[in-house]
């Protein structure tokens, strides 16, 4: 992992401390909402450990932004619950069978706290990052953007924040991707792009995938982003709104990486002095994005 070590010195050394003066907003923390059945629904923050008992035979523990899942006994059925991300946050959930998810800021999945059939289905508004144990034993099926996802792997990631737009990546194994009667395999290290009305698929061979840091690791990665996509990004951690002024291009393209856990500040001065823009932070959570002005 020595390009992560790398990039967070360089970026260390890019960035300075925001004045006192300037509006700020600090990263994102781990806060979500469980929503249950019946209109009942849990508030979870990263400061509290409390267990739930949540239906017949089976706990929720919240502890240091972890949702952990405990099924006592044999259970027959599962309750559909949906864990809610909102902006500015993250979560991370460790379901019965010891699958692992994190959820990225303004995303929604949608699960059965209990599965006693081979594949487990669950619905997915947002981005996610999925560790399976045991896949020969339990594969997953995720469903977004009337996307029909099958892993059969132990690790990959979903980003179904548009419904135009929606990215499978896979570390290990294969993913299989239908759509109404098409249906398509994407193998290790493939990024999968599905674009378009049409629903035309798109791959994309990813090198030294092992050694890119990702959300799930605490960084943004911007690689082959516009600036309108690393915008949706920093609004959904930051929980801020951009505008553009006229006369700014928003499909320039940016390749970094930056740690999530900078204040917006810190990450907008990394970004002005890589060339990129000029930023100005406003209250009501707004930033006015302009081009950088040259000095000949």
């Not at 892993?151 to 993913?175: M, N």
């Not at 999968?192 to 799930?216: A, R, Y």
Request: charge should be positive.
């Amino acid at each position: 992992m020595l390009l992560k070590t790398k990039r967070r010195a360089d970026t260390a050394s890019k960035i300075g401390k925001s004045s006192s003066h300037q509006i700020d907003y600090p990263p994102g923390v781990r806060s979500a909402t469980l929503n249950l059945q019946g209109g009942r629904y849990i508030e979870l923050k990263s400061n509290i450990s409390k267990v739930y008992q949540i239906g017949q035979g089976v706990t929720v523990k919240e502890k240091n932004g972890h949702l952990i899942y405990v099924v006592k006994g044999k259970q027959t059925s599962g309750m559909l619950q949906e864990l809610v991300v909102p902006f500015g946050s993250e979560y991370i959930l460790d379901m019965a069978d010891h699958t692992n998810v994190w959820l990225n800021s303004g995303s929604k999945l949608k699960y059965f706290s209990i599965y006693n059939f081979a594949v487990k289905f669950v619905w997915l508004e947002g981005q996610a990052h999925f560790r399976i144990k045991n896949p020969a034993r339990q594969q997953i099926q995720v469903m977004a953007n009337g996307l029909s996802i099958q892993a059969d792997c132990s690790e990959f990631a979903v980003d179904a924040y548009l419904s135009q737009y929606t990215r499978v990546y896979a570390y290990d194994g294969k993913v299989n991707i239908g759509r109404e009667n098409y249906v398509t395999t994407m193998s290790i290290h493939q990024d999968t792009i599905l674009q378009g009305i049409n629903g035309l698929f798109s791959f994309v061979d990813v090198q030294f995938t092992e050694d890119i840091p990702t959300s799930v690791d605490g960084y943004f990665s911007f690689i082959r982003y516009s600036l309108r996509q690393m915008t949706d990004e920093l609004t959904r951690w930051y929980n801020v709104h951009f505008e553009f002024s006229d006369d700014f291009n928003v499909s320039n393209r940016i390749h970094s990486f930056i740690p999530r856990e900078y204040s917006l500040q810190e990450i907008l001065q990394y970004l002005a002095r890589d060339g990129l823009a000029s930023f100005e932070v406003q209250k009501g959570r707004k930033v006015v994005v302009k081009p950088l002005k040259r000095r000949w």
